[in-house]
């Protein structure tokens, strides 16, 4: 079965770095767009990137741009978020997310567009 694996997460302070990873299993993880949410305490989930299938198309949230990079190792399997100058309104638990169908850049964003999600990863930013 398809298996999205997140790691991580963790506290950091302000202004820091992390480093998320998502390995996938169970899947022609090439032919996936990827993607990363994130849920906040007694919010809605929300988009943070996309990476298309080969790599070459990026997407963000305004609240990431600048700062967050999402990168994909095809012959790994695995898609990366990389998130500097933190802030501790980014303090919640980050997913991973797969998507099988070509997605428009509106429809990239929306995460019922996507077919499987991983179990997510908590990220804490101290003030």
């Known amino acids: 079965q398809v298996q999205l694996v997140e790691s991580g997460g963790g506290l950091v302070q302000a202004g820091g770095s992390l480093r998320l990873s998502c390995a996938a299993s169970?899947?022609?993880?090439?032919?996936?767009?990827m993607g990363w949410f994130r849920q906040a305490p007694g919010k809605e989930r929300e988009f943070v990137a996309a990476?298309?299938?080969?790599?070459?198309?990026?997407y963000y949230a305004d609240s990431a741009k600048g700062r967050f990079t999402i990168s994909r190792d095809n012959a790994k399997n695995t898609v990366y978020l990389q998130m500097n100058s933190l802030k501790p309104e980014d303090t919640a638990v980050y997913y991973c997310?797969?998507?099988?169908?070509?997605?428009?850049?509106?429809?990239?964003?929306?995460?019922?567009?996507?077919?499987?999600w991983g179990q997510g990863t908590p990220v804490t930013v101290s003030s």
């Open positions: 997310s797969a998507a099988s169908a070509v997605l428009s850049s509106l429809l990239i964003i929306r995460a019922p567009e996507y077919d499987f």
């Open positions: 990476i298309a299938r080969s790599g070459g198309i990026t």
């Open positions: 169970g899947l022609t993880f090439s032919s996936y767009a």
